[in-house]
C-alpha cells in the first residue's frame, strides 16, 4: 500500500474510533443522568430530611375516604384501633411492626399517600405525621409519641364512629333517652355513639359536654368533634357530632336523628363552637 493511501486509511480508522467513543459517551452520559436523576428522587421521598416548614403545611381539609377505610369503617379490614403498648416513641430510623400499624393507620387516614406501607420510619412517614400533627392541632415534630398515636387511634374510631351514626337516620328524639330501641336526646345519643365504640363517657348533658375536652376552632373540625348549639338565649342546649364536610347529625325535636349543614338558616346562627373530648 502506497504511503498515501495508508494515510487516508489510518485517518479514517481514527475518525470512526472517534465516532464511536462520542457515541459511547453519549449513551453513558444519558444513562448517568438518568441514574442521578433517579438518585435524586430517592433522595427526595423516603430518605431525604424533612425541611417542610409550618407554612407549607396543607390546610386542615377532611380527606376522602379510602377504599381501606371504608372497609374498615364497614369491619371489614384488620381492626388496627386497638392502642399500643404506650413504650414506642416513633421517630426517623424506627422500623418494624409498630411503624407499620402507624403507617396503615395514617393511610387510612388519608395523611401517609405512599403505595404501600414499609414498617420503616423514613421522610415519608415523617411528613405524614407532620401533616396529621398539623391538622389535629398537636405540637408539629414529626415524632409519633403517645399524645400523636392516641390521636390517631381515637382518629380512626371517630371516623367509624360518624359512618355507623348513620345508621340511626329517622330514629325519633326521645327526651332524656340514649336507648337506639326508643330513641334518642341529643346528649344521649353522643353517650351511645361514644360508648358503642368503646369510649366509656359519662351520661352528661350537651351543657355539660361543653365544659369538656379541648376547645376547637371551626377551621380544625375533624369527623366525630362535637358541635354545640345555643337554641335559645346564649345557654348550650344542643350537641352534634361534625361529620366532616361541614356537616353535622344529631338527634333533633323535629327530625329526630338527622343530617345538617352548619351553614343552615336554622342552625348556623345558633352555632357556639367545637370541643374535642376524645
Known amino acids: ?70 372497609a374498615l369503617l364497614k369491619g371489614q379490614a384488620p381492626d388496627l384501633s386497638l392502642p399500643l403498648t404506650g413504650q414506642h416513641l416513633l421517630s426517623r430510623g424506627s422500623s418494624g411492626s409498630a411503624v407499620w400499624a402507624l403507617q396503615y393507620r395514617l393511610k387510612l387516614l388519608g395523611y401517609y399517600t405512599y403505595y404501600k406501607v414499609t414498617g420503616y420510619y423514613g421522610s415519608i412517614t415523617q411528613q405524614a405525621v407532620r401533616k396529621f400533627q398539623y391538622a389535629y392541632g398537636i405540637k408539629v415534630d414529626g415524632i409519633a409519641g403517645p399524645v400523636t398515636q ?40 353522643v353517650y351511645y355513639m361514644f360508648r358503642k365504640e368503646g369510649y366509656a363517657i359519662p351520661r352528661y348533658t350537651s351543657t355539660q359536654l361543653y365544659g369538656k375536652g379541648r376547645w376547637i376552632s371551626r377551621s380544625k373540625l375533624r369527623p366525630g368533634d362535637l358541635v354545640f348549639f345555643a337554641l335559645e338565649g346564649s345557654r348550650i342546649s344542643h350537641v352534634g357530632f361534625y361529620m366532616g364536610y361541614n356537616q353535622f347529625i344529631s338527634a333533633t325535636s323535629s327530625k329526630g336523628i338527622a343530617i345538617y349543614s352548619l351553614n343552615n338558616s336554622y342552625w348556623g346562627p345558633h352555632y357556639r363552637g367545637a370541643r374535642r373530648v376524645y
Open 1 to 70: 500500500m502506497k504511503a498515501s493511501g495508508w494515510k487516508k486509511w489510518s485517518l479514517r480508522v481514527t475518525q470512526g474510533v472517534l465516532c464511536a467513543a462520542m457515541a459511547a459517551s453519549l449513551l453513558v452520559g444519558a444513562d448517568g443522568q438518568a441514574l442521578a436523576k433517579e438518585r435524586r428522587h430517592r433522595e427526595q421521598t423516603e430518605f431525604a430530611p424533612v425541611t417542610m416548614q409550618a407554612a407549607q403545611l396543607p390546610k386542615a381539609t377532611e380527606a376522602t375516604p379510602s377504599t381501606d377505610e371504608l
Open 150 to 189: 392516641r390521636q390517631v387511634i381515637h382518629a380512626i374510631i371517630k371516623r367509624r364512629l360518624v359512618a355507623d351514626s348513620k345508621k340511626y337516620l329517622g330514629k325519633p328524639y326521645v327526651w332524656g333517652s340514649s336507648n337506639p330501641n326508643v330513641g334518642f336526646d341529643c346528649s344521649g345519643f
